[in-house]
């Protein structure tokens, strides 16, 4: 299995789709109105080999309370300039569309966490900062430092994708029983 | 101290119940959804799948030891109460409800989740404009369930208006609905199917069949479940045996010229507890 640390370079271009990883250092939260603020206001952090997490935790008293995935179908169409500016990976849940599948070709990764795992994210991770803190708790940007979580790259730098192979298997085996 | 009124009672015990079921619904997932998931687990070969089911019970042993929410989409509370005929039916029981989730959203603590539908304000304690949502229906007892609902699964619940002739569409029907939801609510999931009654009446017949413990499964329930599993979705949709965990319907009576089908998903953290209110 490969540790992989903030920021992120090449190295995500060799990743395959299905390989489990973990992955150790600075990630950022940013759920749809966070997309938003950010292509009107600019990226509050620096972009470059940054990791950005589908996710807006519970916090209280300045730690992270519990933190798992959001579905990350809901930034299909609000991701592009985030890899433009030089972020190499998307994590959350659910996969994502044809869209930022080719926007991910040659430059980047997504890589999928256990949705619903909350408190074992938690407990790797140490909120270090919080941008846009007016868009309240779910949606307001998070700098949170995670050690060694546990991922599934779900698509690859190569335009593979393991939810939309799911998917297409799926649809198949549906029109053979209806 | 000046004595407590009754309205005064009435509330405290629902405010305290409240935050008590909250806080165990939140913390520690029913027993029943812990077998259902061992079951998957030992059914499961697919190393991805496996590797997910894993995550999800070093997650549950993390969340009691710590003491922290299950997900951190801690949902919107949906509140369930029986009364008893010597318990009035007053403004307190709604009222205490409020006091036991803005409680529970500081001590807890829950993500505030309520936001105005346009402006997005949120409310900031899961509270306001008709929040939580509160079933109040005559019963033996004083109890108050909670059924905290994230968004994700919340998300791709569907209603249908059959024709009477379509009953055998309707686990076509479902199937199709947790198809193209895929990996998005959180598989595996558990169907709560609502099947006659009105169109608003199915939707809430839906929610309430998420209420009844997983186990044993009638024809339809069974029928729905092996096709759902059949889909190889998996576990958050990248691909397994088990994408449903079980499948519960509720009947109501509908009109005769009707046949409403209403689905409401639950993510595989199926939060849900139950305590009896301390009154009189």
């Not at chain 1, 949705?115 to 940007?141: H, I, N, W, Y």
């Not at chain 2, 409020?98 to 105005?116: F, K, Y």
């Not at chain 2, 479902?174 to 595996?188: F, N, W, Y």
Request: charged share 20%.
């Amino acid at each position: 299995m490969k540790n992989l640390s903030t920021p992120l370079g090449d190295e995500v271009l060799t990743l395959k789709a299905g390989e489990r990883v973990t992955l150790s250092g600075m990630i950022y939260t940013a759920r749809d109105e966070a997309h938003l603020r950010m292509q009107e206001e600019g990226i509050p952090f620096d972009p470059k080999g940054a990791v950005v997490y589908h996710c807006g935790p519970v916090v209280k008293d300045n730690k992270i309370i519990a933190a798992g995935p959001t579905t990350s179908a809901r930034m299909n169409e609000l991701s592009g300039f985030l890899f433009d500016a030089g972020v190499r990976a998307l994590i959350g849940k659910g996969g994502m569309g044809d869209i930022v599948r080719e926007e991910l070709r040659g430059r980047g990764v997504y890589l999928a966490f256990t949705g619903g795992c909350a408190a074992l994210a938690a407990s790797r991770m140490t909120l270090k900062g919080v941008f846009f803190e007016d868009l309240g708790m779910p949606e307001a940007v998070w700098a949170i430092e995670c050690r060694e979580l546990p991922l599934t790259v779900a698509i690859d730098a190569e335009g593979n994708d393991l939810f939309r192979d799911v998917r297409m298997r799926s649809d198949k085996i549906f029109h053979k029983i209806f | 101290m000046p004595e407590l009124t009754d309205h005064e009672r009435l509330r405290t015990a629902v405010h305290e119940a409240t935050t008590a079921a909250l806080r165990e619904a939140e913390i520690h997932l029913p027993d029943d959804v812990k077998a259902a998931l061992r079951a998957a687990y030992a059914a499961e070969d697919n190393p991805v799948a496996r590797s997910e089911l894993e995550a999800i019970f070093e997650n549950i042993k993390t969340a009691e030891e710590r003491n922290v929410p299950i997900c951190q989409d801690t949902g919107v509370p949906v509140i369930y109460i029986t009364i008893p005929p010597d318990v009035p039916f007053t403004d307190a029981i709604t009222e205490g409800v409020q006091d036991g989730v803005r409680q529970a959203t500081t001590e807890i603590p829950l993500r505030p989740n309520v936001v105005s539908p346009f402006t997005r304000e949120n409310t900031g304690d899961n509270c306001g404009m008709g929040m939580p949502a509160v079933h109040i229906t005559p019963g033996e007892t004083f109890t108050l369930t909670v059924l905290p609902k994230g968004a994700g699964s919340e998300n791709v619940s569907a209603l249908k208006m059959f024709l009477p002739s379509e009953t055998g569409k309707i686990a076509q029907f479902i199937t199709e609905m947790v198809l193209h939801a895929g990996g998005k609510p959180c598989p595996p999931v558990i169907l709560g199917i609502g099947i006659g009654s009105t169109a608003d009446g199915a939707t809430a017949l839906a929610k309430e069949a998420l209420l009844r413990p997983l186990g044993e499964m009638n024809i339809l329930e069974q029928e729905i479940y092996d096709a759902v599993n059949a889909l190889g979705i998996g576990p958050m949709g990248l691909g397994g045996k088990t994408t449903c965990l079980g499948v519960r319907i509720r009947e109501g009576g509908c009109h005769t010229a009707s046949l409403p089908v209403a689905l409401n998903v639950q993510c595989w953290a199926a939060r849900r507890a139950t305590v009896e209110v301390n009154y009189p």
